[in-house]
T-cell receptor
Framework: EDKVVQSPLSLVVHEGDTVTLNCSYEVTNFRSLLWYKQEKKAPTFLFMLTSSGIEKKSGRLSSILDKKELSSILNITATQTGDSAIYLCAVEARRMNRDDKIIFGKGTRLHILP | DTAVSQTPKYLVTQMGNDKSIKCEQN?????MYWYKQDSKKFLKIMFS???????INETVPNRFSPKSPDKAHLNLHINSLELGDSAVYFC???????????FGSGTRLTVV
């Protein structure tokens, strides 16, 4: 059965710290891995990763995919209180002769203390 | 024993039709959500229900109406479907006061 597992489920750090969020997956016919930031009202799309070993960056956030280890990490450096959110990982898998399916992890709740 | 199940998985329909997507969760969670994912992978929250009460209603057209007969079910009814409604719709649930979402497998809606 396809699954996506995120760890840790919850993380509390102080402002300025660096955090690493993990996402591992077991899917058939992997297509891409997606990261979202879920705040109170609306998820924000962060990254889509398809190639192993190529880091994607956006400001203090970066992410990389390891297809050999079937995992991805999301790094946030110099964290700020505004980074507090739930970070969702999702994996797209291609189904034979059909459209993609998407499997979500349960999310990591990140709380940044001032 | 699927935790969050959505039906149907695929829905192809003509413009102007009315359709419903059903969602059920057997996790005992208090909060359920509907999300819309567009072709660019952006995920937009549409509705959230906590114990059968609407707590978030984002700026979606009033052609979309959520219905929650009980806390284990959150259905999405769409009237007068338009081409722009084509997307993947995800249902999710979470327990109150505890973190962790459980998503359904999505319903791919195609309006032709």
């Amino acid at each position: 059965e396809d699954k996506v597992v995120q760890s840790p489920l919850s993380l509390v750090v102080h402002e300025g710290d660096t955090v690493t969020l993990n996402c591992s997956y077991e899917v058939t016919n992997f297509r891409s891995l997606l990261w979202y930031k879920q705040e109170k009202k609306a998820p924000t799309f962060l990254f889509m990763l398809t190639s192993s070993g190529i880091e994607k960056k956006s400001g203090r956030l970066s992410s990389i995919l390891d297809k050999k280890e079937l995992s991805s990490i999301l790094n946030i450096t110099a964290t700020q209180t505004g980074d507090s959110a739930i970070y969702l990982c999702a994996v797209e898998a291609r189904r034979m002769n059909r459209d993609d399916k998407i499997i979500f992890g349960k999310g990591t709740r990140l709380h940044i203390l001032p | 024993d699927t935790a969050v199940s959505q039906t149907p998985k695929y829905l192809v329909t003509q413009m102007g039709n009315d359709k419903s997507i059903k969602c059920e969760q057997n996790l005992g969670h208090d909060t359920m959500y509907w999300y819309k994912q567009d072709s660019k992978k952006f995920l937009k929250i549409m509705f959230s229900y906590n114990n059968k009460e609407l707590i978030i209603n984002e700026t979606v057209p009033n052609r979309f109406s959520p219905k929650s007969p009980d806390k284990a079910h959150l259905n999405l009814h769409i009237n007068s479907l338009e081409l722009g409604d084509s997307a993947v719709y995800f249902c999710a649930s979470s327990p109150t006061g505890v973190y962790g979402y459980t998503f359904g497998s999505g319903t791919r809606l195609t309006v032709v």
